[in-house]
């Protein structure tokens, strides 16, 4: 029926009304839910009836209100609300010419007269950004004309630097990047290093090598022994344990190395306990001897007092001699404080040589200077042709760039085939090889493997744990290069072959 | 880290504050340590050494200004960028989307130095005192082999070709090459360019090959550099010779591995058309592109003349674009009238670079050759063996350090200690020594200087006599005249003091002598006698005189002046002990001998 669907409308739209108001109204509500707490609930004021329906009848005034007015104001759109008031704007456009226009007096009368020229009384403002576009405009119009009669993308990088020097900053820039040191790039090697060297220069350069190697010599020698990998012994690989022992036997022999340092300090223990013991006897002594009396007593108490005179008189006249001294004193602060100066100075003049002939510390490495490139003198054949190939000028680069401190020096550059191989470790696994006759268990690489054995060499160190369960074999081992050739001597010509070193 | 905060913790001043070890900086600039390296080589941006290394020793440190200057440069952003558009193709690719990785592939961004090198090198000359590294690096990597495994590209050898080539034949066109050393690394180049001296060194022939104790990542991130900072000196060193940039080369010879050749006669072509260009266009309307096109034809013309005759068409192109100093026309005119032919196993390629440098005209054996081995005309041939299988009386068979030695010297030598299957040439000295201060000076440079007075006594008399048609004759005439003038006023005058020496020390004696018979007037009956005394006595006077002027100064200084000058005495002395010893050597080495 049409009235209730009338109803059941008012009453949606009278909810959509109503939301605000009740926003409105929650503070009263709430006092007078306060009220309501204070007073019983069992009044008048609790019942139904007296349940406001003020809500509604301020819709139905409003309503009509609306109705009456012609429309509800929330509902139209804003355009037909409000309107901008553009009576009072100035134009833009109008107002920059304006500010063009307005010319000053003084200017006004100049321009009266044909033959002067107006000089604008102040400078304009934007005359950086002005600037920038005319370069900007200048370099692509370049850029064009060079393109134009190249036919190439290049411009030169340099071009403007006569064409538009306004300003002690384009005349003039500042150049950001410094030299590191005082290295040149390229150092040019002393005459004994040509290819065909007079003897006297050559000898010169072969001694300086020479020097340069027994350097080295002396450092091996003179620094401490390293920790020897494998100990003398036999080794009985065949055994079933005898992977194991041979790990242990290799931990004992190391601890073996720190022993030594163990026995010293037990050897300073039993040296105090002797002591102990002796101090004990002296107790012993010491309650025998006789009582002191009251004569000796004062006679010590006099000696003392005597001597506090005496050392008390020393005093004095020490501090008289001293002060007497002064002039001396004084002299000898001079000549120290002269002398620190002198190796302040002496300090500062060496660090300079040092830096031009090598890079300060820049990193956890030294800087380690390259050999002398120079010809042994049974390999000067005075020929170009027959000249021995000895280094790689990348070498000679690299070096150049560590020695100038640009780049930092590192001992380990990079992983290399050689040091991989030299320094990893390979796997050996005790148990039964694949397709093995025997029981007994030996000792061998992993499967597939095998047969290429430098790829296995390559790989293993990555592979190993995941892809080879260990709990399939008996025992397993990592070994270096040198124990690889020890545990099989038949095959060490296939392993020197193999494994570059 | 802007300016106004700071964490807590955190130092206000000191080293602490003013440097951050690599993995602070790393951190702050939020990048991966590989392309935190490339940045700081094409920033150049170095380490530096803290006077208190606050984190340790094992650290590197870089200035905090260093790594903000770093923070700035909107190639950071790029890399960025870059980094994450390789995500990208990367993802296509494991989706197995080929299509789409190959589509995102050819529109990859990529990035410029030219920025970085205007930042760096402000001025031209600030780029030509930089160039040494770059210019051994990029002679370097011309020579490399390509490897997948170092990621060098084949094209990028061939860049790094084309630009060491173009360099050298600017070079040899400017006749600026001063000095060049062999030595077991390479061969040392010095030339001269508005002033400054640069040096570099190029591998030998000898195949160069990869080292593990080198990083090649490294080296090959400057290369990039080095690269684009090279190929704009070229550029702006070509244009003021009024040449094209990338030039075009020959494809012919470029296949026969000429490329210098090829180049060399490229700018003589396009300098030559530009100097014609003029009268040809004066009528024409002279547009750029008009201009570009005609020049181009007759490049190309130039390079279909018959090859029988370089030597006519480089002598043909008038040289005015450089007012030349004097160590430039000697440069050139050192082989002016010698022709010279490479034979197979000498080092073709500094040959090339070097002979046409000093003025020579240089053919080889093989194909695009200039000329052929049997022209009648060739005066020096160059030959490492041996011995040579047939030989032409008119030309002498010399082996390649002659012309190295020549070089240096500046003159021509003899070539009866260089001959062909003679022992041993004579020592290859080093230009770069300089023997006066090293104070001692090898028997063979003696024999050089020798030669050298010879020669200059030599030509001067008669100047521009075999030039006149070829050089500017009056110029060349007037300046022969003029030093020669020189020097004859230079003898006069020493002559005259000479003179005037003499005379003083007579006079001075004959004032002695008057002084000792003035003195000894009594004893007139033995004036001889008298004379030998009065000499006698003089002659220790003077020694006490020339002790004491000696002295003097020595006398007159404060101590602390004194002293150094001990000091200065004592390293002398050093220096000259060490002549010493090396002379007692060689003497010794004689005796053995």
């Not at chain 1, 355009?79 to 006004?108: A, G, Q, T, Y």
């Amino acid at each position: 029926c049409p009235l209730l669907q009338t109803h059941t409308f008012l009453s949606s739209l009278s909810l959509l009304n109503q939301t605000p108001r009740r926003r409105e109204r929650a503070p009263e509500r709430d006092s007078e839910m306060g009220n309501r707490s204070k007073s019983s609930r069992k009044g008048k004021k609790a019942w139904r009836a007296n349940i406001s329906t003020e809500d509604i009848e301020d819709f139905f005034e409003k309503s009509t209100k609306d109705a009456l007015s012609g429309g509800n104001l929330s509902a139209a759109p804003s355009e037909d609300l409000f309107h901008v008031d553009k009576s009072h704007d100035i134009p833009v456009k109008w107002k920059i010419e304006k500010h063009r226009e307005k010319v000053l007096r003084c200017d006004s009368v100049l321009k009266k007269n044909p033959f002067v020229q107006v000089v604008s009384s102040s400078k304009p403002k934007s005359k950086i950004s002005k600037k920038n576009t005319n370069v900007v405009e200048s370099k692509t119009l370049k850029q064009a004309q060079k393109n134009v009669d190249d036919g190439s993308v290049m411009t030169d990088l340099w071009g403007d630097d006569d064409d538009d020097n306004n300003g002690e900053h384009e005349k003039n820039p500042r150049k950001i990047w410094k030299m590191t040191s005082t290295i040149p790039a390229v150092e040019v090697d002393p005459a004994g290093c040509s290819y065909n060297p007079t003897a006297e220069s050559h000898e010169d350069m072969l001694a300086e090598a020479v020097a340069q190697e027994m350097q080295k010599v002396y450092k091996a020698e003179l620094g401490p022994e390293p920790v020897p990998l494998t100990i003398d012994g036999e080794a009985n690989i065949e055994d079933e344990a005898g992977l194991l022992s041979v790990c242990n036997r290799i931990i004992n022999g190391k601890s073996a190395y720190f022993l030594g340092v163990d026995n010293g300090s037990e050897g300073e223990e039993e040296a105090d306990a002797e002591n102990e013991s002796s101090e004990a006897g002296n107790k012993k002594l010491a309650r025998t001897t006789k009582r002191v009396t009251r004569v000796v007593l004062n006679k010590r108490s006099r000696q003392k007092a005597l001597r506090k005179m005496e050392t008390k008189e020393k005093l004095k006249e020490k501090l008289s001699k001293e002060i007497d001294s002064l002039p001396k004193i004084l002299k000898e602060i001079a000549k120290d404080d002269k002398e620190k100066q002198n190796k302040l100075i002496r300090k500062k003049i060496a660090k300079e040589e040092v830096l031009k002939i090598r890079p300060p510390r820049l990193g956890k490495h030294k800087y380690e200077a390259p050999p002398v490139q120079v010809l042994l003198t049974e390999e000067m054949t005075g020929s170009l042709r027959k000249l021995k190939a000895c280094c790689t000028l990348a070498r000679d680069r690299f070096k150049s760039l560590e020695k100038r401190g640009i780049l930092v020096p590192s001992k380990n550059i990079r992983r290399s085939l050689y040091r991989a191989l030299d320094k990893k470790k390979y796997l050996l696994i005790l148990g039964k090889p694949f397709g093995a006759t025997s029981d007994k268990p030996i000792c061998h690489f992993p499967e597939k493997c095998a047969e290429s054995a430098l790829k296995f060499l390559f790989r293993c160190s990555v592979v190993a744990a995941s892809k080879y369960k260990i709990s399939n074999y008996e025992d397993f081992m990592w070994v270096t290069k040198d124990e690889l050739l020890a545990f099989f001597p038949e095959h060490a010509e296939f392993f020197n072959n193999t494994i570059v070193s | 880290m802007p300016k106004h905060y700071r964490p807590a913790g955190k130092k206000k001043e000191g080293n602490a504050a003013r440097y951050m070890t690599r993995s602070q900086a790393l951190k702050s600039l939020q990048v991966n340590l590989n392309l935190f390296r490339r940045l700081c080589i094409v920033k150049g941006i170095f380490p530096r050494e803290p006077k208190k290394k606050v984190k340790g020793n094992h650290h590197t440190y870089y200035h905090v200004k260093d790594i903000s200057f770093l923070q700035h440069e909107p190639l950071l952003e790029k890399f960025r960028e870059i980094k994450t558009y390789q995500k990208k193709v990367q993802k296509a690719k494991a989706k197995k989307n080929e299509e789409l990785a190959r589509l995102l592939l050819t529109r990859q961004p990529t990035y410029k130095l030219d920025r970085l090198i205007r930042e760096r090198y402000p001025t031209f000359i600030d780029a030509l005192r930089d160039l040494d590294d770059c210019l051994t690096m990029v002679h370097l990597f011309a020579v490399l082999p390509a490897s997948d495994r170092e990621n060098l590209e084949v094209k990028r050898v061939h860049n790094c070709r084309r630009l060491s080539h173009e360099w050298q034949a600017y070079i040899s066109r400017t006749h600026a090459l001063r000095k060049v050393f062999v030595s077991v690394k390479g061969i040392y180049y010095q030339a001269e360019l508005e002033g400054q001296k640069i040096t570099w060194l190029t591998p030998h022939a000898i195949q160069q090959v990869f080292t593990n104790d080198v990083d090649f990542g490294v080296l090959l991130t400057f290369l990039e550099f080095y690269e684009t900072l090279l190929a704009f000196t070229n550029f702006k060193l070509y244009h003021s010779l009024n040449v094209k940039y990338p030039p075009i080369l020959d494809s012919r010879l470029e296949a026969l591995a000429a490329d210098l050749y090829a180049l060399s006669r490229y700018i003589d072509a396009s300098s030559r058309g530009m100097t014609v260009e003029p009268k040809v266009d004066a009528s024409s309307s002279s547009q750029s592109n008009d201009r570009a096109e005609s020049e181009l034809r007759l490049a190309q013309l130039q390079h279909q003349l018959p090859s029988s005759e370089p030597g006519a068409l480089m002598h043909l192109v008038a040289d005015k674009e450089v007012e030349e100093d004097e160590e430039t026309r000697a440069c050139k005119s050192l082989f002016k009238d010698l022709k010279f032919f490479l034979s197979r196993e000498v080092p073709r390629e500094s040959l090339l670079f070097v002979l046409p440098a000093f003025g020579g005209t240089v053919s080889w054996e093989g194909e695009g050759a200039p000329f052929k081995e049997d022209d009648e005309s060739i005066t020096h041939h160059i030959i490492d063996k041996p011995s040579a299988g047939h030989m032409y009386l008119s030309r002498e068979y010399v082996q390649p350090q002659w012309i190295y030695d020549c070089v240096n010297a500046r003159i021509i030598l003899p070539t009866e200690k260089y001959l062909v299957g003679s022992r041993i040439p004579p020592p290859h000295l080093s230009p770069f020594v300089d023997n006066e201060a090293e104070g001692y000076v090898p028997d063979y440079a003696e024999t050089i200087k020798r030669l050298q007075a010879a020669a200059r006594n030599d030509v001067l008399p008669l100047p521009g006599v075999g030039k006149e048609d070829l050089e500017d004759p009056q110029n060349l005439l007037y300046a022969g005249f003029m030093s020669r003038t020189e020097e004859i006023e230079a003898a006069e005058n020493k002559k005259t003091m000479a003179e005037r020496e003499k005379q003083y020390h007579e006079e001075l004696k004959k004032e002695l002598k008057k002084e000792v018979t003035g003195s000894v007037v009594d004893d007139v009956a033995a004036p001889v006698v008298e004379e030998g005394e009065g000499e006698e006595s003089s002659v220790p006077d003077a020694a006490q005189i020339a002790q004491d002027t000696a002295d003097m100064p020595t006398l007159m200084m404060s101590r602390k002046k004194r002293k150094l000058y001990d000091a200065m005495k004592i390293g002398q002395k050093k220096k000259s002990e060490s002549v010493e010893r090396i002379k007692q050597r060689k003497k010794n080495l004689k005796a053995d001998q």
